[in-house]
């Protein structure tokens, strides 16, 4: 598999997924410009790949101005993307403590109705906090990336493909089939995904287009802090499928890559699944879904 001769543009391309993105592609000769909010953390993600065939993408999509900046560099550089992996997403930073002090005080309480009613004065609370601060959600996820790929889908090569993650999460969210603390997160991105499907259509055969809809990836930050702190509180023959289901970063920039290498058809944004290894599906794990969906908080 050889990757020689594109240039794919990673958002959120320093850490997690991104970043396993980033490297997989620049192995198999990609060009890559690495999205991030900083040239920091742009710089040490960069450090083990060496300089060459790597650029930065220094922006942060719930900064306009900045968006404008990078995007205006990027048009004046010779090297410009074939290709955009969108990997970044952010929204929960608010919720993190709250969160955190919510699982703390349901581990002192006892197993049984005493901790039901407990979980459901949490979720009651985390509900409200969300939509609270839910603005930065739908900045970071929706607003953000929606104003970025209007200006900068146009500048790609006929061919050219179009890359998005969502979560099993954002496939739910619409059918109560998610937690309350990821609400703001996954309509969002819900959002986008529906605004990304009409531009495809519009796109025609230029663009292919398709978003990985992924199960848990338990090696990122948010993926231990879930696992850690939060699947303890599921009904226990819920924890082994629940777990079962989960991919690593790497599994996730295997599944990229096919996704950038097969044939897909234009015109529409095509969906792909993603749980327990690297393959890529198109159905719906339902079992799966219905165990995602139970996340008490």
């Keep these: 598999m050889n990757l020689a001769g594109r240039t794919?543009?990673?958002?959120?391309?320093?850490?997690?997924?991104?970043?396993?993105?980033?490297?997989?592609?620049?192995?198999?000769?990609?060009?890559?410009?690495?999205?991030?909010?900083?040239?920091?953390?742009?710089?040490?993600?960069?450090?083990p790949m060496g300089g060459e065939r790597v650029a930065p993408f220094i922006a942060n999509f719930a900064d306009p101005d900045s968006l404008e900046a990078a995007l205006g560099r990027l048009e004046m550089a010779l090297n410009r993307p074939t290709d955009i992996v969108h990997c970044a997403a952010g929204g929960l930073e608010?919720?993190?403590?709250?969160?955190?002090?919510?699982?703390?005080?349901?581990r002192r309480t006892e197993p049984g109705p005493q901790r039901d009613a407990a979980i459901a004065r949490q979720r009651d609370e985390l509900d409200r906090l969300v939509h609270q601060n839910a603005t930065s959600a739908f900045e970071v996820n929706h607003e953000g990336p929606r104003w970025?790929?209007?200006?900068?889908?146009?500048?790609?090569?006929?061919?050219?493909?179009?890359?998005?993650?969502?979560?099993?999460?954002?496939?739910?969210?619409?059918?109560?089939?998610?937690?309350?603390?990821?609400?703001?997160?996954?309509?969002?991105k819900t959002q986008f995904e529906e605004w990304l499907d009409e531009a495809a259509h519009q796109w025609g055969s230029r663009f292919s287009a398709a978003v990985l809809i992924g199960h848990l990836i338990s090696d990122t930050s948010m993926g231990k802090l879930i696992d850690r702190n939060m699947v303890q509180f599921m009904a226990p023959e819920d924890v082994p499928p629940f777990r079962a289901g989960?991919?690593?970063?790497?599994?996730?920039?295997?599944?990229?890559?096919?996704?950038?290498?097969?044939?897909?058809?234009?015109?529409?944004?095509?969906?792909?699944?993603?749980?327990?290894?690297?393959?890529?599906?198109?159905?719906?794990?339902t079992a799966l879904m219905a165990v995602v969906g139970r996340m008490p908080l």
Excluded at 94 to 106: K, S, V
Excluded at 148 to 170: A, H, K, N, Q, T
């Design 8 to 47: 794919i543009l990673v958002t959120g391309g320093t850490s997690g997924t991104g970043l396993a993105v980033a490297k997989a592609a620049h192995r198999l000769g990609a060009d890559v410009l690495i999205g991030s909010r900083s040239q920091t953390s742009y710089a040490e993600a960069v450090a």
């Design 148 to 188: 970025l790929f209007e200006r900068l889908v146009p500048m790609l090569r006929d061919g050219g493909r179009i890359i998005v993650y969502s979560s099993l999460w954002s496939e739910g969210v619409r059918r109560g089939d998610c937690p309350a603390f990821y609400w703001s997160v996954a309509e969002s």
């Design 246 to 285: 989960y991919i690593t970063s790497d599994q996730a920039a295997e599944a990229t890559i096919d996704v950038l290498t097969r044939p897909i058809e234009p015109g529409a944004l095509r969906r792909f699944y993603l749980a327990g290894s690297a393959k890529l599906t198109t159905t719906l794990d």
């Design 94 to 106: 608010p919720l993190l403590r709250p969160l955190l002090r919510a699982t703390a005080a349901l």
